[in-house]
């Protein structure tokens, strides 16, 4: 039915943007035990689990009707931060969004794309460098002493905007690329940024997972 709903409106001369928050289950299941707020499919018959995975099998159709956001990780400030960004997006243009995020905490639901860069050398190990991050100076120099760094953006980047038109012909307004490194806080925040560089004549929004 909302399918059918949302398509209606969409013909209508009203601007229609549709957001899908989802959330891994054990975060879910936290949540609601947190709360101590009951679960409206839960009943003497079903587990909150159970009533967490139907509730998943009956709007599993609206996953696709909009742009998907994975609040597994989210704080309510970042979440307000990026529910904005959707808002102030151009609906008539594909907007890029590059997110940085850790394995470690679980791949992000709504990602499109994700690179693995837990090859790259880790600045975790240098000393004094553990507790800054991807876009601090002390890190980018130490990134680009070593060629693979650069070689790996390259060619994220190369992929990327070769199949942009690709996903532009495709009735997209989102396309999220995510990149990943162990913790979140280092490489995949450097590379992004550096993407963000990269693709500067594009529609493009960051976000940095692990550093909200």
Request: charged share 25%.
């Amino acid at each position: 039915m909302l399918p059918a709903v949302i398509a209606a409106l969409r013909k209508l001369p009203a601007r229609v943007r549709f957001i899908f928050l989802d959330a891994k289950v054990e975060t879910l299941v936290k949540r609601f035990s947190e709360t101590r707020r009951r679960h409206p499919l839960s009943s003497a018959e079903r587990t909150l689990r159970e009533a967490i995975e139907f509730e998943r099998t009956l709007v599993g159709d609206a996953r696709d009707l909009g742009t998907l956001i994975d609040t597994s990780e989210l704080s309510s400030h970042s979440l307000r931060a990026w529910i904005k960004d959707f808002a102030n997006a151009d609906p008539g243009e594909l907007n890029i969004t590059l997110q940085s995020f850790g394995f470690k905490h679980g791949v992000p639901l709504d990602a499109d794309l994700v690179f693995d860069v837990r090859c790259l050398p880790n600045p975790h190990y240098e000393q004094g460098l553990a507790s800054l991050s991807g876009r601090d100076a002390p890190v980018i120099a130490f990134l680009e002493q070593f060629p693979e760094v650069e070689r790996m953006v390259g060619d994220i980047y190369s992929f990327v905007s070769t199949w942009l038109p690709k996903y532009r012909g495709d009735n997209r307004n989102y396309l999220t690329v995510a990149i990943g490194c162990t913790g979140g806080q280092h490489r995949s925040v450097y590379v992004v940024e550096r993407l963000r560089e990269l693709l500067a004549g594009a529609h493009v929004l960051v976000r940095h997972r692990e550093l909200h």
